[in-house]
């Protein structure tokens, strides 16, 4: 299966539009018990959501999985830190664009590819608010275009 395919679980659309995607890359997640019973019941928001490279190793930040409602001892803290499956050598090229070329590294989307959990990260330039006005008027035009289109 090609990456990003899967049973789409959560989806950042903020981080599309306020950062243009370079590059990306799947990876798995470290998770704890009932995680993963949270992640497939859809509980899960990376609205917040970075990745930063420490020691060697990629974590993931301030993404909110709800505790699983049936775990009750067993239970995660939420915004736990995670950490990220990469080979040594994605993470030595994503740690090296973020320290030269000012980018950041963001979760795009978490799917389920085999019974696994997987992440979708994104090497992301930030965009200026000109940017991000001229974005949606884009997207505006191209949507009155295609209702126009539509009724021909």
Sequence with gaps: MPKGDGKLIAQ?????????????????????????????????????????????EAFLYNVHISPYEQGNLFNHDPLRTRKLLLHRKQIDRLYGEMKSAGMTVVPLKVYLKDGFAKVLIGLAKGKKEYDKRETLKRKDQERQISRVLKNY
Excluded at 34 to 49: F, H, P, Q, V
């Design 12 to 56: 950042n659309k903020k981080a599309r539009h306020d950062y243009t995607i370079i590059d990306t890359l799947e990876a798995g997640i470290v998770l704890q018990g009932t995680e993963i019973k949270s992640i497939r019941n859809a509980r899960i928001n990376l609205k917040d959501g970075f990745v930063r490279i420490r020691n060697g």
